[in-house]
C-alpha cells in the first residue's frame, strides 16, 4: 500500500482543514487507517484511527470532538476534517496503514504517508 497525503496549509485559529490521504493497492481495505502528527522536536503522535469498515474510530482526547477521521474504501481515500484548529494542533501530519488492534502505537504500522504541514496561527 502506497500513500500520499494532502490538503494541509496556514488556517487561523479557530478554522477547519479536511486533510486527504490516497492509497494505491487492492488491499486497502484490509488495513486500518491512521493519521499521525509529529511537531518540530517532538516525537510522532496519534491523533486518529479507522477500522478496515469505518465501523470503529478512536481519537487522542487533544483532538476528540474537535476532528473526524472517515473513509471510502470505494475510493481507496481516508480523511482527516480538523474543526476548531488551535495553535498546538500545527504539526506534521501523516496517513498511515497497519493491521493492527494498537491503533496508537506507532511501530505498529506497516505503511506510511510523506506528510503534510498544519500551522494553525494565533
Known amino acids: 500500500v502506497q500513500l500520499q497525503a494532502s490538503g494541509g496549509g496556514l488556517v487561523q485559529a479557530g478554522g477547519s482543514l479536511r486533510l486527504s490521504c490516497a492509497a494505491s493497492?487492492?488491499?486497502?481495505?484490509?488495513?486500518?487507517l491512521g493519521w499521525f502528527r509529529q511537531a518540530p522536536g517532538k516525537e510522532r503522535e496519534f491523533v486518529a484511527h479507522?477500522?478496515?469498515?469505518?465501523?470503529?474510530?478512536y481519537y487522542a482526547d487533544s483532538v476528540k470532538g474537535r476532528f473526524t477521521i472517515s473513509r471510502d474504501n470505494a475510493k481507496n481515500m481516508v480523511y482527516l476534517q480538523m474543526n476548531s484548529l488551535k495553535p498546538e494542533d500545527t504539526s506534521v501530519y501523516y496517513c498511515?496503514?497497519?493491521?493492527?488492534?494498537?491503533?496508537?502505537?506507532?511501530?505498529?504500522?506497516?505503511?506510511w504517508g510523506q506528510g503534510t504541514l498544519v500551522t494553525v496561527s494565533s
Open positions: 498511515a496503514a497497519g493491521r493492527t488492534n494498537y491503533y496508537s502505537d506507532v511501530s505498529r504500522y506497516d505503511y
Open positions: 479507522i477500522n478496515w469498515s469505518g465501523g470503529s474510530t
Open positions: 493497492g487492492r488491499t486497502f481495505s484490509y488495513y486500518g
